[in-house]
């Protein structure tokens, strides 16, 4: 105990759901993929763009849905 410290997870404060979107959508992956929908969109192919976007937003909120659960369940070891 005195050499390490208690067996504590370090506090943070809670993110907000525009944190993590902002976060998700400032990757580089999603970033060059909406680049790309917006390129297919301005080369006016709008069945590639919908088909591109469509599936960028589902694993969007695919993550999204991933990160809020992981931070409920850090919460949850905090308590413990």
Do not use: C
């Amino acid at each position: 105990m005195a050499a390490e410290g208690p067996n504590l997870l370090t506090g943070s404060m809670p993110k907000t759901l525009w944190k993590m979107v902002i976060g998700v959508l400032l990757e580089p992956m999603f970033l060059m993929l909406l680049v790309a929908g917006g390129l297919y969109l301005a080369l006016d192919d709008q069945a590639e763009a919908a088909f591109l976007l469509s599936f960028v937003f589902v694993v969007i909120g695919i993550t999204l849905a991933h990160e809020r659960k992981t931070l409920r369940a850090l919460e949850s070891l905090r308590e413990l």
